[in-house]
């Protein structure tokens, strides 16, 4: 059974809302209704806390498979202060940038720009659980296995869910293609920079599958999607 801390649970309702919020922002009508445009925005923080319930869920249960532990949480940027003789100066100051850098390029954009990338992942071994491997800390490779489960699960979600024809499903795949492709990036603390530093081939390969996801499955079938982007992505790496 998958288990979240309060913390966790706290960091993954922020995370609705400000994604929530990205994709209700507009909610393509011509005319502003307050009630028909709240009622919106509640329908996309309700999908959007599946998506990334899901995504969480992912990455836990195979990290409890490698013997380890991963923890969600707010992506932030943490500031410090350093004295001209080298030394810290004050406590280490953490920014959230997971809110601020996604809503402020939503509301200078209106509403174009919808940045997915909210929440980092901290991955911790349990050596207790690791004792029938050969390091009692997990290796590189293997948070990247972790890291990446999350990307990949959104983005199968979001290919299945183009198959249908109702808006709300369309709505769905658009935020889990997001979600794939934006936490792909290799930017530290998310999940893209543990892919990154795990294995080069492995996020050349599946950042461009995701890429190539993304585009294609706004064209063309989920299966076809799949195979297409592949292919390219095999392409990329060869070439």
């Known amino acids: 059974m998958v288990q979240f801390s309060k913390k966790e649970i706290g960091s993954m309702l922020i995370a609705s809302l400000v994604l929530g919020l990205i994709f209700g922002y507009d909610d393509g009508q011509p005319v502003f209704i307050a009630s028909r445009w709240f009622t919106n925005l509640v329908t996309m923080v309700l999908l959007s806390a599946i998506s990334l319930l899901i995504y969480a869920s992912a990455q836990k249960i195979r990290a409890k498979k490698l013997g380890c532990e991963v923890t969600k949480g707010v992506w932030v940027i ?13 406590p280490i100051k953490k920014m959230p940038f997971g809110v601020i850098l996604p809503l402020l390029l939503l509301f200078i954009s209106k509403g174009v720009i919808k940045i997915s990338a909210i929440m980092k992942t901290d991955i911790s071994s349990k050596p207790t659980k690791r004792m ?7 290796a590189d490779s ?8 999350g990307p990949l699960i959104t983005l199968l979600m979001g290919l299945m869910a183009t198959a249908f024809t109702s808006q709300i499903a369309a709505t769905f795949a658009a935020i889990n293609l997001n979600l794939a492709l ?3 990036l290799p930017i530290p603390t998310l999940d893209g920079s543990k892919v990154f530093f795990g294995s080069r081939l492995m996020f050349v390969f599946f950042f461009l599958m995701i890429l190539a996801s993304y585009i294609l499955a706004r064209v063309v079938s989920p299966i076809t999607a799949i195979i297409l982007a ?6 990329g790496m060869v070439t």
């Open 78 to 90: 943490q500031r410090m202060s350093v004295t001209t003789s080298g030394y810290m100066k004050g």
């Open 132 to 138: 029938s491997r050969e390091w009692a800390r997990a």
């Open 142 to 149: 293997e948070e990247a296995k972790i890291a990446l489960a």
């Open 182 to 184: 934006w936490n792909m």
């Open 230 to 235: 592949v292919i390219l992505a095999c392409v």
